[in-house]
């Protein structure tokens, strides 16, 4: 064998090492998945290389990783048998970052058009090796190719040096062996745990297409876990990961059951998902997606500390969780993963680009979820509206804060109104009901469908048969306020502006001693009312509050303040619309008539307003003047 050779690193290595060490990964643990990455690599090239040279290539049938451990020395060795490396190989390869081995069998598959072999390969990411350091002291690899009669040892403490000799070594692949770190106080996890390396592999690795494979403790009792530190403990041999993904399978070989398995075990759900996307794009753009839409949502879906997001495969391989670029706010409740070979990573797989690529996919992604939800809404009106049930909001939310979405998202949006009987209906319903006559769309906001309908708003809409949506969830109005029409018709709060519009033409007359009364009324209330005025809307009631047509509702006014958004202090103008045909509007004009300056006048006056402020579920400005004038007037 040939004399130890010492090589020092080139110099985007050497700083790459550094940075590998101490910045670039979040998580230690990720050192695992890029061996095995690199490894799968390996296994992946003879399968390759065996379809065209089969005298050479022998023994495929039994790819595999091997992961094996030792206690007393703290080291970690990964092992494959695949196509190993040689001398130059090793240098090239493992002493610069510039030339990736995976990357340039990739660039020659290409060239040769031999697309249809299927064979994937991780490792044209770059640099995984070196991830190594960060909790190794000293790496060790021995390699050998079929091209070589002779094997490779390579070693590097990673400080910017590295040695290479020749070794005995008869069979092709490669080992890596880590000399593990002292567990440092802040360490987590230790690596030398079989328990942990089988997390590890099940959590980054598990759809790898090779066995990877470990001794491992035998179990002697149902679930009872052995104490591997012990002398007497017995091994056997592991398989740890599944190898076949479920997204990877056609899905018409795959059952609802066994999606739902998959479903409830990856994202920790119990109950099965209320609908199920799996679907796979070809073209300029591969990927595949597997979806699911939750039967309900988490505990902290409204919370801040929510996160939303899509885990990240690229052929297998888990990139990262709960990537958000690849789904929009509205989305933030569909669970699932992509699996990619487009994503264009940095120098680590953790470190997604935002590329034209992702945002692709992302785009892709939204409409495929808008498509199914539409035909869910066409085809299986019950089941969608038990997922509305639940996240209802999410979709409204998107009609307000996704301009690009909210034409799309509209027709997903479903009310409950006045006479639906505490159905839901859509706005496409909602249209086909409409009078002849009416202009507008109409709705009304509440706590509830109960308190909506006691409203003094609703009695001369009911009179004039136009149904009402009924709004009772805060991001309502804000949603209405954006998407202002539907195919042409704008929607009204029944609370803003005139129920009907002016007929053209014509103007409303009014008695003059009527005006008046009202003109003083407005006096008397100065600055608390915009206007006083003659109301149409009702029929029961003596008062309401109405606000300008083109101003801010009461409702959107307290649910700005309510938030702690309404940094412009916008107020809704009140406008007090009095039934001039009510018996005590008629009392109270008598009064005005009798005497223009009588105290029982203002009183009244006063007294309507609070009314209107009650009725709207507005605080009374001053509680005991309320009560003292209502006790006075009892009095008489």
Sequence with gaps: MSDKNSYVFEAQTKQLLDLMIHSIYTHKEIFLRELISNASDALDKVRFNSLTEPEKYKDVEDLSITISIDESSRTLTISDNGIGMTEEEVKNNIGTIARSGTKKFLE?????????????????????????????DDIILETKSEDSDIGMRFESKGDGNYTLENIERTTRGTDIILKLKPIAEDDSEDYIDRYTIQRLVKKYSDYVRFPIKMDMPKQTEPDEKPDDKKDTIEYETNTLNSQTSIWQKNKNDVTTEEYNEFYKMHFHEFEDAIEIIHTKTEGIIEYTALLFIPSRPPFNFTQPEFEKGLDLYSKNVFIMNKCKELLPDYLRFVKGLIDSPDFSLNI????????NELKKISSNIEK??????????????????????????????????????????????????????????SLTEYKDRMKPEQEFIYYATGDDAQSIERLPHMEAIKDSGYEVLYFTERVDEFMANSAREFEGKKLRSISQGDIKPKEEGKEKTTDANVTDVLTAMKTILGDSVFDVKETDRLRDSVVCFVSKEDGITFNMAKVLSESGNNMFGLKAEKILEVNTTHPLFEKIKNEFESNKESEMFKEYTHLLYDEACIVLGMPIEDPKLFTQRLSALMLK
Excluded: C, P
Excluded at 348 to 355: A, K, M, P
């Design 108 to 136: 020659q598959m290409k060239s040769q058009k031999n697309s249809d072999n299927n064979i994937d390969l991780i490792g044209q990411f770059g640099v995984g090796f070196y991830s190594a350091f960060m909790v190794a």
């Design 368 to 425: 495929k979820v808008l498509d199914i939800l539409a035909l869910m809404l066409k085809n299986n009106r019950e089941k969608y509206e038990k997922f509305y049930g639940e996240f209802g909001e999410s979709i409204k939310m998107g009609v307000y804060s996704d301009m690009q979405a909210k034409d799309k998202l509209i027709n997903l949006v479903l009310f409950k109104t006045s006479t639906s009987d505490d159905k839901y209906i």
């Design 348 to 355: 680590s797989r953790e470190i997604l680009q935002h590329t």
